[in-house]
């Protein structure tokens, strides 16, 4: 079993014009060879309170490499959720490709600095009501 550490960061986002808290569960070893899969987790600020480091760690074997990032919400979190351009009928997700941008060039480039001798594999988004 490959046991996760967790670790709590703040990132400046440009394109969000907010401070974004993230929550890390990453592997507590691994090296040059390590390939891992990235899985980003919208509304990670419920992550604690559902239990999700003992989850992870009950659930990952030693021949699978997980990075698991929380994402806290925001208050404009109805804004930023949703399909990419395609505002709802309420306007909602009218910032939802800043978002998406904001973890293609802000949050993985800080992923990367964070843990460089990784080399990333699959990249997949889960989340909660509005954020799933």
């Not at 904001?102 to 480039?109: A, K, N, T």
């Amino acid at each position: 079993m490959v046991k996760q550490e967790f670790q709590s960061v703040i990132i400046s986002s440009e394109l969000l014009k907010r401070q974004v808290k993230v929550d890390i569960y990453s592997p507590s070893r691994y090296n040059e060879s390590s390939t891992v899969n990235l899985l980003f987790i919208n509304d990670g600020q419920d992550l604690v309170k559902m239990g999700f480091s003992k989850m992870i760690n009950n659930h990952l074997g030693a021949e699978r490499t997980l990075i698991a990032i929380g994402i806290h919400a925001g208050i404009e979190r109805r804004q930023e959720y949703g399909v990419a351009g395609i505002p709802d009928y309420l306007d909602r997700g009218s910032k939802a490709f800043a978002y998406s941008r904001f973890i293609l060039d802000e949050l993985i480039p800080f992923l990367k600095s964070v843990f460089p001798v990784i080399n990333i594999d699959k990249k997949y988004l889960a989340g909660f009501s509005l954020g799933g």
